[in-house]
C-alpha cells in the first residue's frame, strides 16, 4: 500500500535556481496538501487542492511559488527564482476530503545556498 | 479565523511520568480534531482523531485525547510515557466555519529522559 510519494528527498541549490518538487498522492484521495516546515514558523500550509482544483493559496509566501495538479496522481510545487530563507523541508499530504486524516509524504529537505 | 494554540513549547519528562499536552482552538462551526506525532526526521503521523460521539478518543500507542467543547480544548494524555515518545505533537483542526481546511497548532516538543 503506497503511501504519499515525494521526490526529491534531498535537494540542494544555489540561489536564483528553479526548483520543482513533485508530489504523488494516495490513489483515491481527492484532496492534495503542500507545507513548509521550519524551525522558525514551524508548520505552514501553503495551498491545497480539491478535485485537482486549487481552493486556498493563501499560505503562498510569494509569485515565486506556484503549485499545479495536472491530474489526480500528480502535483507540483515550483520556486523560481529561489532564494536562501526558501530552504525548509516542504511536505505534500493527500486525503480522501479535505477536513479528513491527512497522510503525510516522507518530505523534500531544500537547501538553498 | 481559526486558529490552534499549544501553550507547551517543549516538555521535558522522565520515562514513566504521566503526559498531558494542551490544545485548545477556536472555530466556527462544527470540529474535527486531530493529534499528529512527528519522530525526529520523519513525516507526521495521525496519532489519534475525533469527529462525533464519545469524546474520549484512544489513538495508538497509549494515547489518548479529550474533547471538552465548553472549553475548546483537546488535550493529549498518555498515562506513562516512554524513551522512544520522544517527538513533536502537533494539534490540528478542521471547521465547517473555516472552509474545512486543517489547520495546525505549532507544535510541542516532548523529550523523554531515561
Known amino acids: 500500500d503506497a503511501g504519499v510519494i515525494q521526490s526529491p528527498r534531498h535537494e540542494v541549490t544555489e540561489m536564483g535556481q528553479e526548483v520543482t518538487l513533485r508530489c504523488k498522492p494516495i490513489s483515491g484521495h481527492n484532496s492534495l496538501f503542500w507545507y513548509r516546515q521550519t524551525m522558525m514558523r514551524g508548520l505552514e500550509l501553503l495551498i491545497y487542492?480539491?478535485?485537482?482544483?486549487?481552493?486556498?493559496d493563501s499560505g503562498m509566501p510569494e509569485d515565486r511559488f506556484s503549485a499545479k495538479m495536472p491530474n489526480a496522481s500528480f502535483s507540483t510545487l515550483k520556486i523560481q527564482p529561489s532564494e536562501p530563507r526558501d530552504s525548509a523541508v516542504y511536505f505534500c499530504?493527500?486525503?480522501?476530503?479535505?477536513?479528513?486524516?491527512?497522510?503525510f509524504g516522507d518530505g523534500t529537505r531544500l537547501s538553498i545556498l | 479565523a481559526q486558529s490552534v494554540s499549544q501553550h507547551n513549547h517543549h516538555v521535558i519528562l522522565s520515562e514513566a511520568a504521566s503526559l498531558e499536552l494542551g490544545c485548545n482552538y477556536s472555530?466556527?462551526?462544527?470540529?474535527?480534531l486531530f493529534w499528529y506525532v512527528q519522530y525526529p526526521g520523519q513525516h507526521l503521523q495521525l496519532l489519534l482523531k475525533y469527529f462525533s460521539g464519545d469524546p474520549l478518543v484512544k489513538g495508538i500507542k497509549g494515547f489518548e485525547a479529550e474533547f471538552i467543547k465548553s472549553k475548546f480544548s483537546f488535550n493529549l494524555r498518555k498515562p506513562s510515557v516512554q524513551w522512544s515518545d520522544t517527538a513533536e505533537y502537533f494539534c490540528?483542526?478542521?471547521?465547517?466555519?473555516?472552509?474545512?481546511?486543517?489547520?495546525f497548532g505549532t507544535g510541542t516538543q516532548l523529550k523523554v529522559e531515561l
Open positions: 472555530y466556527g462551526g462544527t470540529v474535527n
Open positions: 487542492f480539491n478535485n485537482n482544483v486549487p481552493i486556498d
Open positions: 499530504a493527500s486525503s480522501f476530503e479535505s477536513n479528513q486524516p491527512q497522510h
Open positions: 490540528a483542526v478542521t471547521s465547517t466555519g473555516g472552509g474545512n481546511k486543517l489547520t
